[in-house]
């Protein structure tokens, strides 16, 4: 399973709505939401795992779904780092 991290943007006059479409997700989306709303940055944090794009976007709430923004995550290895740097070389 690949991990993504779902980035659900929103204005000041939609963040009730989508406080309460998160409430109504369920205690997983709840408890592992971050938000910046405090801060005066409308937005919403979540790392999911799922099978696939698709699926991950499938995750997200139904009443923020459009303007949520779905990231697959990848961990390098200094490997693979030195790799992609050997690679821009040439």
């Known amino acids: 399973m690949a991990q993504y991290i779902i980035e659900a943007t929103h204005t ?3 963040c009730q709505k989508t ?3 998160v409430m109504l997700a369920g205690a ?3 408890t592992n939401s971050q938000w ?3 801060s005066g940055d409308h937005t919403a944090w979540i790392i999911v795992e799922a099978d696939s794009d ?3 976007q499938r995750l997200v ?3 923020v779904r459009s303007k949520a923004k779905v990231v697959r995550l990848t961990r390098f290895t200094p490997e693979q780092i ?3 740097a050997s690679h821009a070389k040439s």
């Open 28 to 30: 997983h989306w709840l």
């Open 19 to 21: 406080l309460d479409a």
């Open 61 to 63: 709430p139904p009443p």
């Open 82 to 84: 030195r790799a992609f």
């Open 54 to 56: 698709a699926e991950a």
């Open 36 to 38: 910046g709303c405090m």
């Open 12 to 14: 000041p006059a939609e």
